[in-house]
Nanobody, 129 residues
Framework: QLQLVESGGGLVQPGGSLRLSCVASGSTLDSHAIGWFRQAPGKEREGVSCISSSGGTTNYADSVKGRFTTSRDNAKNTVYLQMNSLKPEDTAVYYC??????????????????????WGKGTLVTVSS
């Protein structure tokens, strides 16, 4: 059974950067597309990014395009989310999830969660001065 654990969250000032990691155990990640999602207090969960199993295709929500970058190292069974130019509205619990398929269901963030069968427990990112 694939298990995912996120790390790298914390408190950062506006304009700062963080890198989140999603490490898999119990199985390998190299046949799964991986999504990053976030949920702010009082808001619904939203898709942030999706990366194909090979890393050759990446998709992003409009709200993070140009600021966030997802990448993966299948040899390390790890997927990353590099977050730059952070804003207070990026404050949320961030989750990674593994798709049952090697490609993202859609390039639209509204549909990133479709097919995501395995979820981590999340890591909190707080952007505040």
């Amino acid at each position: 059974q694939l298990q995912l654990v996120e790390s790298g969250g914390g408190l950062v000032q506006p304009g700062g950067s963080l890198r989140l990691s999603c490490v898999a155990s119990g199985s390998t990640l190299d046949s799964h597309a991986i999504g990053w999602f976030r949920q702010a207090p009082g808001k619904e969960r939203e898709g942030v990014s999706c990366i194909s199993s090979s890393g050759g295709t990446t998709n992003y929500a409009d709200s993070v395009k140009g600021r966030f970058t997802t990448s993966r190292d299948n040899a390390k069974n790890t997927v990353y989310l590099q977050m730059n130019s952070l804003k207070p509205e990026d404050t949320a619990v961030y989750y990674c999830a593994a798709d049952r398929f090697p490609i993202c269901y859609s390039s639209s963030s509204h549909y990133f969660s479709i097919g995501m069968d395995y979820w981590g427990k999340g890591t909190l990112v707080t952007v505040s001065s």
